[in-house]
């Protein structure tokens, strides 16, 4: 059996004292990290996208029957025979044919408003503004 020597047994207990002292030092800890809040994004309402594109909807399907009624007003047209008539005819028919087409144009033209009103179109940050707040005081001029 070896024969443990005072000295190598001393080393051992003071290095290990020496590793639990380094593992649980106190050392002054690092300061936290300063918690900056996300930016919150502005909830803007969609109420204007909603209403051209529901609009616009709504003149698109009102052109259909718009059209049917122009088309049946151009039959009566065709089978008119009584020559004094055939003008108002005429004019009837072509009345409801801008109608429907304009209902049709004035739709589609909501519907692509509504579209880059509500996905496309993003307003702009006011020009110049004030921060104020208990931490920080601050004005941006834009450009």
Partial sequence: M????PAGLLRAAIASLLILEAACAHAPAASAFEVVPRAREVHRSHR???VCAIAGAGLVAASFPLAATA???YGE???E???DAIPGRWNAAVHADRVASGSLLAGEAL???GTWLRFIHRPDPP???LDLGPTRC?????F
């Fill in 77 to 79: 047209y065709l089978s």
């Fill in 71 to 73: 088309n049946d007003r």
């Fill in 48 to 50: 204007a996208a909603w």
């Fill in 138 to 142: 601050a004005l941006s001029c834009r």
């Fill in 111 to 113: 519907l692509v408003a």
């Fill in 2 to 5: 070896q024969h443990v020597r």
């Fill in 127 to 129: 020009r110049v503004a």
């Fill in 81 to 83: 025979t009584a020559p």
